[in-house]
């Protein structure tokens, strides 16, 4: 009787740890540093941003030498004018605030650019992660470099160079 629930248990146990499930992790911050078309990406997301940055900044610049200027004769001028310069310059305002949510708002031009730009290589970095699990066998990966707080990594469990390779792109320069 003890041989057989010896044998039950071994049994079940070996079982089991044949169906352990694999985890890995990604650091992904890593993978898109590793890809030359990402520094062209986000060198072009930069450019315009600056670009874009540098026209508000002249328009409010505009805005301000048209208040100040608003201030100084202020006293000068007559009701009717200064009613004027005044609608003028709160047009321009809005202008400028516009065109800066345009630009830089949460569905903004910028956010626009960096979808084209970068969403291609990151949807080549998640089917790389999905060809690597499924050959590999792994049930969960975990990526490092997001918001998942992991205390402890081993690295013989970061399969990012892998899946660089499986990209095309040479790995390897990770320490």
Same mark, same amino acid.
């Given at each position: 009787?003890?041989?057989?629930? !010896?044998?039950?248990?071994l049994a079940v146990a070996t079982f089991a740890?044949?169906?352990?499930?694999? $985890?890995?992790?990604v650091d992904v911050e890593y993978m898109l540093?590793?890809?030359?078309?990402?520094?062209?990406?986000? %060198? =072009?997301?930069?450019?315009?941003?600056?670009?874009?940055?540098?026209? @508000?900044?002249?328009?409010?610049?505009?805005?301000?030498?048209?208040? /100040?200027?608003?201030?100084?004769? %202020?006293? !000068?001028?007559?009701?009717?004018?200064?009613?004027?310069?005044?609608?003028?310059?709160? =047009?321009?305002?809005?202008?400028?605030?516009?065109?800066? =949510? +345009?630009? $830089? &708002?949460?569905?903004?031009? @910028?956010?626009? /650019?960096?979808?084209? @730009?970068?969403?291609?290589?990151?949807?080549?970095?998640?089917?790389?992660?999905?060809?690597?699990?499924?050959?590999? &066998?792994?049930?969960?990966? $975990?990526?490092?470099?997001?918001? @998942?707080?992991?205390?402890?990594?081993?690295?013989?469990?970061d399969i990012s160079d892998q899946i660089l390779? +499986?990209?095309?792109?040479?790995?390897?320069?990770?320490?």
């Amino acid at each position: 009787m003890k041989k057989t629930i !010896l044998t039950v248990v071994l049994a079940v146990a070996t079982f089991a740890f044949a169906n352990a499930q694999k $985890f890995a992790y990604v650091d992904v911050e890593y993978m898109l540093k590793s890809i030359p078309e990402y520094d062209v990406a986000q %060198t =072009k997301i930069d450019d315009i941003s600056a670009q874009w940055q540098k026209e @508000l900044e002249e328009k409010f610049a505009e805005i301000d030498v048209l208040y /100040k200027a608003f201030q100084a004769n %202020t006293v !000068l001028w007559p009701e009717d004018i200064k009613k004027q310069k005044e609608d003028e310059i709160m =047009k321009k305002e809005k202008e400028a605030k516009d065109l800066q =949510k +345009q630009r $830089f &708002g949460n569905n903004g031009d @910028l956010f626009k /650019k960096r979808q084209e @730009l970068i969403k291609p290589i990151q949807d080549k970095i998640s089917e790389g992660i999905t060809q690597v699990s499924t050959k590999g &066998g792994y049930a969960i990966i $975990f990526d490092k470099s997001s918001s @998942l707080t992991m205390v402890y990594v081993d690295p013989k469990y970061d399969i990012s160079d892998q899946i660089l390779e +499986q990209m095309g792109y040479r790995g390897g320069t990770k320490k």
